[in-house]
């Protein structure tokens, strides 16, 4: 399973920025029946969990630093997960990854999730 997350850049605070997670490989059928979370971890600091969605793309989990500001979708026949960012604040500055969990709910720990992609790199800055 091979995951590719883009979308990344360098916006000013109050900016946004939409990131993807694609998949390749014999990876379409797999994705559509997991959830997925995205991830990140900045400079110095332990990766923490950001957003979740089930198979289903319902009953999404936020973290408490984002709820409110970013949206996180799915498009199962695309193979696509999204990461819609608004407000974008220099704390949200960090790598970004996308994880496909084990399962077919959303989680917020990093252990539920068993395959990861490169992440994409967002600074937030003025």
């Known amino acids: 399973v091979q995951l590719q997350a883009s979308g990344g850049g360098s916006v000013q605070p109050g900016g946004s920025l939409r990131l993807s997670c694609t998949t390749s490989?014999?990876?379409?059928?797999?994705?559509?029946?997991?959830?997925m979370g995205w991830f990140r971890q900045a400079p110095g600091k332990e990766r923490e969990f950001v957003a979740a969605?089930?198979?289903?793309?319902?009953?999404?989990l936020y973290a408490d630093s984002v709820k409110g500001r970013f949206t996180v979708s799915r498009d199962n026949a695309k193979n696509t997960v999204y990461l819609q960012m608004n407000s974008l604040r220099p704390e949200d500055t960090a790598v970004y990854y996308c994880?496909?969990?084990?399962?077919?709910?959303?989680?917020?720990?990093?252990?539920?999730?068993?395959?990861w992609g490169r992440g994409t790199q967002v600074t937030v800055s003025s």
């Open positions: 490989g014999r990876t379409g059928r797999i994705i559509s029946n997991n959830g």
């Open positions: 994880a496909q969990n084990r399962w077919s709910g959303a989680g917020s720990s990093s252990h539920q999730y068993r395959y």
């Open positions: 969605l089930n198979w289903r793309g319902s009953d999404p």
